[in-house]
């Protein structure tokens, strides 16, 4: 049977997150510079995009490029901003060839002015599109997220907006960068790295965790409905015991 059939349409994570790894390892083992991994990381973006389009899946969040990624040398810096901008040049046109819309998290006002414009452009054309939210993490980083929630909250008490009390979780995720999206369901990530790296913390709190050793490169439509597979397999309790969700059916 082929794999794309073992899927249950009817249930598909809403939101999958991913943080893309292992782009310089693989340039490494083929003998090239990191930059061509990146390349070949772009396909694997098309890719899983046009996955996520054709499966259904609501909201697919990227981990394109840490706050902590602005330590690496300037010239890959350079090199992925400007991969950046060219690959949503030519993206555009899938984006609305399958009625997906562009948004982005992180601290955008850090990102080059040709960056900056070209997001603001895609965000725009693509924003009335419905069938599904790519969302892109640039320069993001999920602590500097949750404080920049704190001072917002702690804003609108001092100015009497909100009061101590009203302060709950539908709150704080109010004041996050992702207000307007779903928890996340399943969180991917390639190249056999076991960690979060500050990726979406608080949204993750219930989110089946998927690792592959695949280099992200690699990632291609059977490795996602391999790990959609895996996901449909899982039993999420959100706390409960197996039992109650039976009688729950
Ligand atoms: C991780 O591999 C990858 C990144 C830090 C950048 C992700 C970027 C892309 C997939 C391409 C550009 C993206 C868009 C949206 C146009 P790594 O460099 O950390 O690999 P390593 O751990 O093997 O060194």
Same mark, same amino acid.
């Given at each position: 049977m082929q794999l794309k059939n073992k899927i249950n349409a009817s249930k598909l994570p809403k939101h999958v997150a991913v943080i893309m790894d292992g782009n310089g390892r693989w340039a490494k083992q083929r003998g090239k510079l990191r930059i061509f991994g990146h390349k070949n990381g772009v396909k694997a973006v098309r890719d899983t995009v046009e996955t996520a389009a054709e499966l259904g899946i609501k909201v697919l969040t990227l981990y394109?490029? #840490? @706050? /902590?990624?602005? !330590?690496?040398?300037k010239i890959e810096i350079d090199m992925l901003m400007s991969l950046l901008v060219s690959s949503l040049k030519k993206e555009l046109k899938l984006f609305l060839k399958n009625n997906i819309s562009l948004q982005v998290i992180g601290?955008?006002?850090?990102?080059?002015q040709k960056a900056q414009n070209e997001l603001t452009e895609v965000i725009e054309k693509t924003k009335?599109? #419905?069938?599904?939210i790519l969302n892109l993490a640039l320069s993001y980083s999920s602590k500097d997220e949750i404080v920049n929630a704190f001072k917002n909250i702690s804003k609108k008490i001092v100015n009497n /907006?909100?009061?101590?009390? /009203?302060?709950d979780k539908n709150i704080i995720n109010n004041h996050l960068? @992702?207000? !307007?999206l779903p928890n996340v369901d399943l969180m991917i990530r390639t190249s056999g790295e076991k960690r979060?790296?500050?990726?979406?913390l608080w949204q993750i709190a219930y989110a089946e965790l998927y690792f592959t050793d695949v280099f992200w490169p690699d990632f291609n439509k059977e490795e996602f409905y391999k790990a959609i597979i895996d996901y449909q397999q899982r039993e999420r309790r959100f706390g409960k015991t197996s039992d109650q969700l039976k009688n729950d059916e």
């Open positions: 394109a490029f #840490s @706050t /902590e990624n602005w !330590n690496r040398p601290d955008l006002n850090s990102l080059p009335n599109n #419905s069938h599904l /907006e909100l009061s101590i009390k /009203e302060i960068y @992702t207000r !307007n979060l790296s500050n990726f979406l």
